[in-house]
């Protein structure tokens, strides 16, 4: 099978700073993702710093945030194509809220224990999984034309970066001045604004069409996987993003546990790496519009992809004094989210172009389980491999194959493209009276 034909998109003539919906829904997500930031250092830091957590009961925390993604997000995909996307939303955010608002009230009433912390953080990524296989496919409905789907992607793009550059200084103050269990309380607190805006939108979502033929889950989820492995640009997009994930995950997990139990650098300082390293993320966001139109599409994707992998060298070859060493890794983490930034807003608009709106929800499943699995994935190996050779050692397994992953890159028919796949049809239903489902094309 071979790529789908490319198109190039022109600038459509408004802007979706015209479109109130998008961007209430934007400034809710934005929140949101600062908010998250927050629980990603703060959650690790309670079971260090309350429970003196091991490197593998570290592992195994960031391992249950992200595996429900690699056994529920193809069938919660499912229910995102048959349903309304903004209701299951609301759901998802309000279970957030109230999963982390519960930490802080048993670390005050001396109930939270290891064992809760991780029951939380495995419910908290249930709810996640509802939201994310839910969010991409809603964004269509508010944006409508496919014109404004690479400024779309550049926007969430940017809030996804500015997050990463505000959240982690953020957290490492609240948790140096609040404690890390109660600085949960602001990314609990973000999930209520992201609920309000979520209500705020006016914009109707329409019914998913009813199929023609009565539809099984199994068939549903093939159909969804096919739809993905058959087409080459999506296929290579989730197997090269599922190592790319699996990279960065493992990376920072190991230099948490690197710069905690190695280096003794306080969360003030862990914060203020992250923080000043990823305004890379939010320069590859906010160019990625001009790079994308004065370059070709697959170019641009690799060089971005290959600073991404690339990035965790630095952090290996990092020594000297300390202040050396600090730069060092403000620069490893700056090269991966520059080229994050940029490879983000690629990703996004070739999967949202390559993929009819009846299949976008199971698009995004699939997308998840393999990105998030991989992360998933990451974060356990982080944590068993820190615990068996040291974290350093570990870093260095972790970069070398970081950078061997450039051979699957290089080889990848999205490094070849000129621009965006030429918009594809729904797959035809089947008429047929006992058919199951869909086939996906």
């Not at 190695?262 to 590859?284: E, K, M, Q, W, Y």
């Amino acid at each position: 099978m071979t790529a789908a034909p490319t198109r190039t998109v022109e600038p459509p003539e408004e802007s979706l700073w015209r479109n109130r919906d998008f961007l209430t829904f934007w400034l809710g997500e934005t929140l949101s993702l600062l908010g998250t930031q927050v629980t990603n250092l703060a959650l690790p830091l309670t079971a260090i710093t309350s429970f003196h957590a091991t490197d593998e009961q570290v592992g195994l925390l960031r391992f249950l945030q992200l595996v429900p993604y690699l056994g529920l997000a193809l069938v919660f995909g499912v229910w995102a194509d048959r349903a309304r996307r903004r209701p299951i939303m609301l759901g998802a955010n309000f279970a957030r809220m109230l999963l982390l608002a519960l930490v802080p009230v048993l670390y005050w009433t001396d109930a939270l224990s290891t064992a809760s912390l991780l029951v939380i953080a495995c419910a908290v990524g249930v709810a996640s999984v509802l939201f994310d296989v839910s969010w991409m496919a809603y964004v269509p409905t508010l944006v409508r034309d496919p014109a404004h789907y690479v400024e779309a992607g550049a926007k969430t793009g940017m809030s996804s970066s500015a997050a990463d550059v505000a959240g982690p200084g953020l957290a490492g103050v609240l948790v140096g001045a609040l404690t890390a269990p109660v600085a949960l309380i602001v990314d609990a607190f973000s999930y209520l604004v992201s609920l309000i805006s979520l209500l705020l939108i006016r914009t109707p979502e329409p019914r998913p069409r009813p199929p023609s033929a009565r539809r099984h889950l199994p068939t549903e989820l093939r159909d969804g996987l096919r739809w993905v492995l058959k087409n080459p640009v999506l296929r290579s997009l989730a197997l090269i993003g599922f190592c790319c994930n699996f990279s960065m995950v493992t990376v920072w997990t190991m230099f948490l546990l690197y710069g905690t139990h190695d280096l003794h650098l306080g969360p003030t300082t862990l914060g203020t790496i992250f923080a000043t390293a990823s305004v890379g993320g939010l320069i590859g966001a906010a160019v990625s519009r001009k790079v994308i139109r004065r370059f070709r599409l697959g170019p641009v994707y690799f060089v971005a992809q290959a600073v991404l992998l690339t990035g965790p060298t630095l952090i290996v070859l990092a020594a000297g004094p300390r202040p050396v060493m600090v730069g060092m890794f403000v620069l490893s983490f700056f090269t991966t989210y520059l080229g994050l930034g940029v490879a983000g807003v690629v990703i996004v608009s070739l999967r949202q172009a390559s993929t009819p709106q009846s299949m976008m929800g199971r698009m995004t499943a699939v997308f998840r389980t393999l990105l998030f699995g991989g992360g998933a994935l990451g974060g356990l190996s982080a944590g068993l491999l820190s615990g068996r050779i040291g974290a350093h050692g570990a870093l260095t397994v972790a970069a070398i194959g970081s950078a061997a992953v450039l051979i699957a890159l290089f080889l990848s028919p999205v490094s070849r493209l000129a621009g965006l796949p030429t918009a594809p049809s729904a797959p035809e239903e089947p008429v047929t009276t006992g058919a199951a489902g869909r086939a996906a094309g």
